[in-house]
């Protein structure tokens, strides 16, 4: 018999696989039942529903889903006017950071300088529903070493400032009178001695706000996304958001991915483990059609699971499972720390180690193909 625990975890997970089903289906996919799980969700299951998607920051999708799913009747009102809110903030601060952007291109674009573009702006203005729906931390684009100072010169004409705490051998950042931040990469390791391949494209933005941008192609784009997310997964988890970004390129421009140019592209056999198991994932836990090219990567490697996915996420931020980790949280109950993240549940802390030998289980398979 389960316990009562383990019950309200089953709600709450099936709320957050339901409100994902949503916030994927496309005119193609088949129907949501979502009324029965929305009806006999509890208001703690709201509130955890909450929580998890402001963790994965898809507030704002969730809202534009269920509302173009008529699903906000059959949501209690705090959970709507949360996401509703979300929503309307991720609309304004995305136009600001459009408005930023065009500012900074358009006399760096009069320098014969065309910086290439890639994830949040990029999936925001091209592959999502609409430019609300991709929440935007930053600005992401890339230069030529030698295009850096003339680009410097012109930020710091336009009124942005140098971060110059956050400076690395491989990039620069700026703020803009906005607080925008502005990532400028003049060295991206990732394709270096790769360019031959033709990994950029031009395309001409949705958004009526932007100038023509120089993006990532396609495959470039795809590599990209497994390597960054594989990159942040010790320290954030694996963020929804990022995993859903997998989705929208897929759909949309799937039918540009090349299996030789991405071969090229991927660095490793652990970002082609990673890969299979994430695309596994769309595939088992979301139904998401799969490109056929995929098909023989997906059967080779182990699905992950939302609840894991999910457990990891809210585990991360506190450092565990890793003995500092541990610490800061018996630190923070007794009081003599303070946080800013929610507790873990009860359950996350239990199954943690199951994750621990899933994990132990790929390591090793990954070193044997190595």
């Known amino acids: 018999m389960l316990c009562p625990i383990a019950i309200e975890n089953i709600q709450s997970d099936m709320l957050l696989h339901t409100a994902l089903k949503l916030a994927l289906k496309s005119p193609h996919s088949p129907d949501v039942d979502w009324q029965p799980v929305f009806h006999t969700a509890k208001d703690r299951d709201w509130q955890i529903l909450l929580s998890d998607l402001e963790l994965h920051r898809l507030q704002p999708l969730m809202f534009y889903a269920f509302k173009l799913h008529g699903c906000v009747r059959d949501m209690p009102k705090f959970v709507l006017q949360k996401l509703m809110a979300a929503y309307f903030f991720s ?13 900074a291109l358009e006399p760096i674009y009069e320098m014969s300088i065309y910086p290439v573009l890639w994830k949040g702006v990029v999936l925001a203005d091209q592959l999502y ?8 931390g930053d600005i992401d684009w890339a230069i030529a070493p030698y295009e850096l100072t003339s680009t410097c010169n012109v930020l710091e ?35 270096e001695g790769k360019e031959h391949l033709q990994i950029t494209q031009t395309i001409q933005p949705h958004s009526k706000i932007l100038p023509e941008l120089h993006i990532l192609e396609a495959n470039a784009m795809l590599v990209h996304l497994t390597v960054h997310l594989l990159g942040h997964r010790s320290e954030k988890g694996l963020l929804l958001f990022w995993i859903l970004d997998f989705v929208f390129l897929l759909r949309k421009w799937g039918h540009h991915l090349d299996w030789d140019i991405l071969n090229a592209l991927i660095p490793d056999s652990a970002t082609w483990q990673f890969l299979g198991e994430l695309l596994h994932f769309l595939q088992v836990e979301l139904e998401e059609p799969l490109p056929s090219m995929f098909h023989p990567l997906v059967r080779a490697h182990r699905p992950l699971t939302l609840a894991a996915i999910t457990r990891q996420c809210r585990l991360a931020p506190w450092g565990l499972p890793r003995p500092k980790g541990w610490f800061k949280l018996a630190a923070c109950r007794v009081g003599l720390q303070t946080h800013k993240h929610r507790y873990p549940q009860f359950s996350d802390l239990l199954l943690w180690m199951t994750d621990l030998k899933w994990e132990t289980g790929r390591l090793q398979s990954a070193l044997s193909e190595h």
């Open 129 to 136: 529903p609409n430019v609300a729906t991709r929440m935007i």
């Open 157 to 191: 004409r336009l009124g942005f400032t140098c971060q110059a705490s956050m400076t690395t051998s491989d990039a620069v950042y700026y703020k803009s009178p906005d607080q925008i931040l502005l990532d400028i990469h003049h060295r991206v390791r990732l394709f």
């Open 91 to 103: 609309l304004q601060r995305n136009t600001i950071l459009f408005q930023s952007l065009t500012t």
